[in-house]
C-alpha cells in the first residue's frame, strides 16, 4: 500500500490508493488522542468521495470518546473560524487543496483555530502507532452536532471588517463572474457577494465536487472562466481554490490580475487604514516584490517567513501585524481570524476597486509591475536535495537564503526553488521588472537541468 503525503500542511493522497480507509482511521485516532478525546469540529470541501472520509473520520472520533462538530462541505477558513468560535479542542478539514481530482486528504487544526505547526506535528505523529489503545467502549461514546449554518456566522464576520466601505461596494453594484470549481466555495462565496450588492454570475458553483478544469486557480487553468467575464461582459472575475483558502482575480478584460496581486491589494488597502504606527505586514519568502513596495510607500514594516500558512501566522503574531499572507491568493487579517481567506480576501478587495473609482484593469495597472513565473520540476529521477545544492553552487556569486528551500537575488530579479510539502516536485518561482528578464532566467534554469 502506498503511504499518503505526510508534511507540515496535513496529509495527502490519492483516494483508494494512498488514501484508505485504514490510514484515515489511523490519523483520526491519532488526532483524537492528541486533542485528548475532547470536542473536535470536522468539515469537508465537496470533492467526490469526501462524504466517505467525513464519514470514517466522524465515527472514528466518536469511538475514541470525542465530541463531534459536523459543518459539512465547508471551506477551510470556515472550520478554522468554527473551531475557534466554539471552543473546540481540535479540527479535521477534509480536503486535498489545489491537488487534482483523485486526491483527497487531511488538514489538522489546533485549539486556537490554526494548523498545526512542526512541534506540534511532532506530537501528533506520536500518536500514530498508539491508535489501539484509543478507542473508548459504548458507555463513553460522545453525541454529534451538525452546524451545516456556521457559513452565515462567516459570512457576518467578513461584513464586520471594519475598514470595509459597504456602501461604496454597493453603489457601484458589480457584475461578477464566480467560478467555485464545484467545491466548498460554491454556495458561500455567491451569498457573501449578494449581501454586498452584486449581480453574481455562477460558474461551476453546483457543489458537485466534480472539477472541470485542474483545480489550482492559476492562469493556465482559468481560459474558460477568463471567457466567461468577457462573454457576460462582467466587471470582475472571482475564482476560488477548492477549499477556498485562496483568492484569484479576473479583471473586466477577461485577463488574470495575478494571484500575487491579491495579497498585493489587500495590504494596500489595509495599511492605507491603518494608524502609522501599526502599519505591520507579513508574508513569505515567495510573495512578489510588488508588496514590499506597496509596504514602503506606507511607510510601513513588511517581514517574511518561510511559505506554508502556519510560518506566516506565527510570524504575524510575533511581530503584531495587522494583515499578511501568501502571493499564492492567500490572504490573512487578524480581525476576522488567523487564517488565509478567499472571502476576506473578496471582500477587501471589492472594497479597495470601489472606493478607488477604477475598473480592475486600471487598478491592476496603478500597482507596482512585476513580471513572475511559477514552474515545477517533477522528482521522478532526481532528488530535491541535488537538485538545490547544484543550483545553489551555479550562482553561488549572488546573495542567497535558505531559510526556505534555495532563493536567490541578482540584481534585478529574484529566483526560489523550494519542495513542495504536498506534491513530489520542486516549486521554482522567478521574478523580474520585466517579461524578457524572467523567460532568460527561466531558459538558463530549464537547461541546466540535463546537466543534474
Aim: charged content about 25%; aromatic content about 6%.
Amino acid at each position: 500500500m502506498k503511504e499518503p503525503i505526510i508534511s507540515i500542511s496535513g496529509i495527502r493522497g490519492i483516494f483508494g490508493e494512498s488514501l484508505t480507509p485504514e490510514n484515515i482511521i489511523r490519523y483520526s485516532a491519532a488526532f483524537a488522542m492528541y486533542v485528548r478525546s475532547k470536542k473536535v469540529v470536522i468539515g469537508r470541501d465537496g470533492r467526490i468521495g469526501g462524504e466517505l472520509i467525513e464519514m470514517l473520520i466522524q465515527n472514528t472520533l466518536l469511538f475514541c470518546g470525542c465530541e463531534v462538530v459536523n459543518v459539512g462541505v465547508a471551506p477551510t477558513p470556515t472550520i478554522t473560524l468554527a473551531v475557534e468560535t466554539l471552543k473546540a479542542a481540535g479540527g479535521i478539514s477534509i480536503t486535498a487543496s489545489h491537488n487534482p481530482q483523485e486526491y483527497n486528504g487531511m488538514k489538522f487544526i489546533n485549539s486556537n483555530g490554526i494548523f498545526l505547526d512542526k512541534i506540534e506535528n511532532k506530537k501528533l505523529w506520536k500518536f500514530f502507532d498508539k491508535t489501539l489503545n484509543a478507542f473508548v467502549n459504548q458507555n463513553n461514546i460522545k453525541h454529534v452536532e451538525y452546524y451545516p449554518k456556521f457559513a452565515e456566522y462567516h459570512i457576518a464576520k467578513v461584513l464586520n471588517i471594519r475598514s470595509l466601505d459597504i456602501k461604496a461596494i454597493k453603489k457601484r453594484r458589480f457584475k461578477v463572474v464566480v467560478d467555485c470549481v464545484n467545491s466548498s466555495g460554491s454556495k458561500i462565496i455567491p451569498d457573501l457577494l449578494k449581501k454586498l450588492g452584486c449581480n453574481v454570475v455562477k460558474i461551476d458553483c453546483s457543489s458537485s465536487g466534480i472539477f472541470t478544469r485542474k483545480p489550482e486557480p492559476v492562469p493556465e487553468n482559468l481560459t474558460q472562466t477568463c471567457k466567461a467575464v468577457k462573454k457576460h461582459k462582467a466587471d470582475i472575475g472571482i475564482v476560488i481554490d477548492p477549499d477556498a483558502d485562496r483568492l484569484v482575480i479576473i479583471t473586466e478584460k477577461g485577463d488574470p490580475f495575478g494571484e500575487e496581486n491579491t495579497i498585493t491589494t489587500v495590504v494596500k488597502h489595509i495599511l492605507s487604514k491603518t494608524p502609522q504606527a501599526k502599519r505591520i505586514a507579513a508574508i513569505n519568502l515567495s510573495t512578489s516584490r510588488s508588496v514590499d513596495d506597496i509596504v514602503s510607500s506606507l511607510g510601513g514594516k513588511l517581514y517574511k517567513s518561510p511559505v506554508g500558512e502556519i510560518n506566516v501566522i506565527k510570524k504575524m503574531k510575533q511581530i503584531n501585524a495587522v494583515v499578511g499572507g501568501e502571493g499564492s491568493g492567500g490572504v490573512i487579517l487578524p480581525e476576522v481570524h488567523y487564517g488565509r481567506d478567499s472571502l476576506v480576501g473578496t471582500a477587501i478587495i471589492l472594497s479597495e476597486i470601489a472606493s478607488s473609482g477604477l475598473s480592475v484593469s486600471e487598478y491592476k495597472n496603478s500597482l507596482p509591475k512585476y513580471h513572475i513565473k511559477k514552474s515545477k520540476i517533477l522528482l521522478n529521477k532526481i532528488n530535491a536535495e541535488k537538485i538545490i545544492s547544484f543550483f545553489k553552487k551555479k550562482y553561488k556569486k549572488y546573495p542567497q537564503n535558505q531559510e526556505d528551500g534555495l532563493r536567490i537575488d541578482f540584481n534585478s530579479a529574484w529566483v526560489n526553488f523550494r519542495k513542495s510539502n504536498t506534491e513530489p516536485i520542486i516549486r521554482i518561482i522567478i521574478e523580474a521588472k520585466t517579461s524578457r528578464l524572467v523567460s532568460e532566467i527561466y531558459n538558463e534554469i530549464n537547461s541546466s537541468l540535463g546537466k543534474i
